[in-house]
């Protein structure tokens, strides 16, 4: 009865794969904890023997006030680091060598590194580089992205670049995987990474991957075996799935449903304090969500499940989704979530357990972060007052990276490949006559369909105009407000470019450019004239991405993003300087919109359904799409011909 | 770059041979959770729709006061549930259907079912069809066990068969796979099943395995990499490890260092409040363990943490280990949990979310079990009075099973296969010639070392005896208490048999044998003669295993144990019964231990280093062993010879 490899119960099949493979990975790495850095065994060890006090530690942290998570309390004590990870807390003296760094934090309250559990790093503009640069002084040491728009540039292959040359900072960006890219896939537009089922599971199964993220109530509600598997595969892997976000209509029967079908949180919680009880309620645990400025601010009413409901908080997280650099500059990332919490009545204990061990709870990674107690990574703040909760240093992975609001350490410029690099495809250059609109030759007038911005949604209407037509050719109307506006694809040099209409910008003079655009990332271009709009397009090109204002041939303001045209890597105050100088020049240009080049990126393409105002029809690089039948049409509605 | 299968990042070899089977396994079954009983897409299906209310639900409970362990509120409302999962919680008067069962709760409050999250089930000697029926009244609907005294006997295939026949059962029995079996391997005895590494590793991929338990100090301090391995792999497939139990030496050293190796949890925690607080402030997540009336009872101690320190209790939970039939039938299971923390000044609310969600969360399936939410098995409790905590209906995986204390649904008897109903395998009949100990046929008396009973500390020590030599074979001495002990080898019917002399049992006529003794269950006799001894093994062995108790050719007593030789599929209280009565037996031939057979599951055999007193020399199927040299020997120390 001994077992040996002849017992039938090795051969079957799937579990035996299943097993071999684990011994197989763990095996050649000596890997033992998932995470964008990882943990060998020589480091184990060498942390092991710290703790039992049969070595140094690199680092020792004493006279500090420990804010443990797991426990509640606080109570006085040091850290003894080992590399990046925690060996030891409490009583630490003894772990000082001679070679042993020492910080004496002098009496600070001691808080585990800050955790965003939702952000799409894409709309800060940063590179990753610059991102953690940015918020590691704010005391984040991880944040959850899923780099979707990434995806929908380089493909999968981007999005591992991003997250290899990550692992070389002291910071861990941890991936939740978008359930779906594109977000609304559609034939009517050119994306430059479609990703199947398989590539989507693929990245599930990748260490640093937690769990999936945007699925909503229609995809859910489709019950399509596509979403079983995907969900099951999470279960399977042990992590988690992000539901129905935002306000649910009926939700007394809507998120029930959503959790029944396998969901486990929602990256935005629910926005109104009653929806979000109900999610608390049902099993779900929840972010209270502050975006940036222009983006959703729903901590308000979401504490007062907290404040006024008096729910126990060990299921609530927080997130930001997306936000700008100047953001992040003028009021700081997680860090304001806590103050903020605080703010609302919430004790800091609760508003600190939110910001790092609910989160880490949430993606089943409590072993590697969340809290300050062996084996987790060293991610340590220090912090004066609790109630005040400023971040005066930041301990990340074993190193003090950041004191007084400003990093020590320098992050060397990250290196990457043309895959990222050079996402800028064009077949040729672009000349005048690419942004012409013609009709019938003897045209006198066209009433045309118009895209209409509608910045206080985020979004855009549909309206018409009638043109005048010179020679077949149908001209733009500056003086009421009716542009030219182009999609250029950018992906694989197709050479597409398609031309339409818009309204409601303002534009008077010159064209404006960007390569961020929602969920196609073609190049839009907007102008009063054909040759600006030429001009900023090969500009762009030029600069492998980015936004620009031109006008007579001149370039007026540029951010050159050139990280699949959608980042650079500049410092967070450059980048939020680069913004403000931005909406300047285009306010002097004609262009009157709050957030212009953030109202821009949703203001074309084929993406629906994602909660802002849409109308029916709208551009992209194959021409002008209606969204509800999913066709291609002709925008003109009328020609007013020459009685000639 | 759109990806397709010739991306070379497909061809990665191990994270696509996971998808790969991810994919697959969830194609072919569509089943969508991991557990003892699996939700299949059309059960999820159904779920959701009850929750939209478009379909009816199977059972709805009405008029409850809802204990909702997620958000720490109590609150009225009624539970709809499909099939064996909650579908929707709170206003569910729409979901009664014409079929519907309803259930009005007269008001109770409604609480999750109870989590024991470790328990040696062995240890009650009942089937696991019995000890459902004896726990579920009381409340309990999941169990954690690791079955390794089945393995220790049958192999993976026993284990198996148990969890198998256990999904047809309205109980969940989920595995912790234990560390090591047996838990000390040895040269020096044979037992029914030794599991290599990959054995252990291919069980803690089974869906029903939520971790490792019972590794030990000693085990985490050796560095091994066979340890590494196994935690890393637990790491991998998102489940948990158990680690250092009971009272730790040096814990400001030794409880970070296990931390550091990837400890997740301690499943009896430590005894004292010290070393409790200690492990919680280190991250460990830890059991309140009140196991049966000879066990561990450590709740008192342990609950000091919350009563006088004060700590959150969010990373605590409730676990038995081992206890008896006598044990759930006085007491009760995990209810007695619950009460007792009350006594010692616990809140209700946090008392239950121990005995449930934070069991769940500890091993991260709370998605499954640990609160009454949707998408959760419909594992639900009424109970009047919060504070005195008596269940009086227990609805499971969505049905009611048990009201007043009585089950009011019948389990149908398992039909075992061989492999765990035919384990006593004997060469050929005893004899009592086979019980004969030789020397010196000149000999007179020997000088002999024996093994000493120390009920006390559930374990033994050796002493020496001088006894009589007739014909060269030793004799027993009945009136100064050495009586013969023998191990019959009973895994692979090899027909050893070897027989020493062992004190302090009190046996004054007769023999007595057992199936049940960690961790080589082999048949182990003790007798005043031979004859005795070889009719009562041979009794045993008609029985399939079991105790019993004989004298003069005739069986005063016995409890056969038919399945793996340590359980049968009696009630509880018959089994209780069967006990009590066993122990008046051996009271009236002399044996005057408290606890006899528990004691001699304890007694002989290899197995060291488990925390109770242990000599150096013990009796294994093999010989007389000295259990530091891990040799064999003789214990004869001296022969007195005749001078014929």
Partial sequence: MFLNSADPLYTEPADSRLIRESVEIYRNTKEIDVGSNRLNFDELSTAMDVALGKRPASLVVLNGEIVNVCTGETYAGGVAISGNRISKIGNVKQCVGERTVVVDAEGAYL???????????????????????????RGTTSVMCDLHEVGLITGLRGIREIVEKGRELPFKEWLTVCFEVPMTPSKLETVGGHFSKAALMKMLTWPEAVGWDELSVPMLMSKSMDIVDKIACARKLGKVTDGPCGIVEDPDRVIPACVCAGVDYSHEGEWTTKGELEMLRNGMRVNFIEGGNVWMQNLKNQAKVITEHRVQARHISFATDDLSAEDIAERGHIDHHVRRAIEEGIDPISAIQMGTLNAAELFRID???????????????????????????????????????????????????????????????????????????????VRIQTLVSNEEVRGFRNGEAVLEVENGTILPSVQNDVVLIAIAERHTASGRISVGFASGLGLKMGAIGTTVAHDHHNLVLIGTNPSDMAFAGNEIARMHGGQIAV???????????????????IDVQTMAAKVKSMKETLRNIGCNLTHPFMHLSFFTGALTGWGWETGRYNITDKGWVDLESQKIIRPIVGVNERTS
């Fill in 551 to 569: 006008a007579d041939g001149k370039v007026l303001d540029s951010i050159p993003l050139p990280i699949v045209g959608m980042m650079a890597d």
């Fill in 111 to 137: 808080v585990p590194g800050l955790i965003d559990t939702h952000i799409h790093i894409e709309s800060t503009m940063l590179s990753m580089t610059r991102f953690a640069e940015a918020v590691l002084p």
């Fill in 367 to 445: 072993h590697a972060i969340g809290s300050i107690t062996p084996g987790r990574y060293a991610d340590i703040l220090f912090v004066r007052r609790l109630e005040e909760f400023k971040v005066h240093t930041t301990i990340s992975m074993g190193r003090v990276v950041a004191k007084n609001g400003k990093m020590v350490i320098g992050l060397a410029k990250p290196r990457y490949t043309s895959v990222l690099m050079e996402t800028v495809k064009l077949k040729r250059k672009l000349k005048p006559s690419d942004f012409l609109v013609r009709t019938k030759k003897n045209a006198r007038t």
